[in-house]
């Protein structure tokens, strides 16, 4: 038997007590640096508008949803 005995407590446990602060540090510093986008879209979208509505009977049986001149 050796003289000296080897220490078998491994690696110690990381302590999680400041990550919510950790955490919430750099939620507040992205959401104070983030710039909001200030342009315009390229792409102009068009709604369609309705001319007809008619109440359905059964709306159980809508397949299909017709929208423009009739």
């Known amino acids: 038997m050796s003289r000296f005995k080897e220490k078998k407590g491994g690696t110690p446990a990381i302590s999680t007590a400041s990550l ?6 750099l939620l507040f510093f992205f959401m104070v640096t ?14 369609p508008q309705a001319t007809e509505v008619t109440k359905l009977e059964d709306k159980a049986l809508v397949d299909y949803l017709y929208i423009g001149p009739p």
């Open 20 to 25: 919510p602060d950790i955490i919430f540090m």
């Open 34 to 47: 983030t710039v909001m986008r200030e342009v315009d879209l390229k792409v102009k979208i068009t709604l």
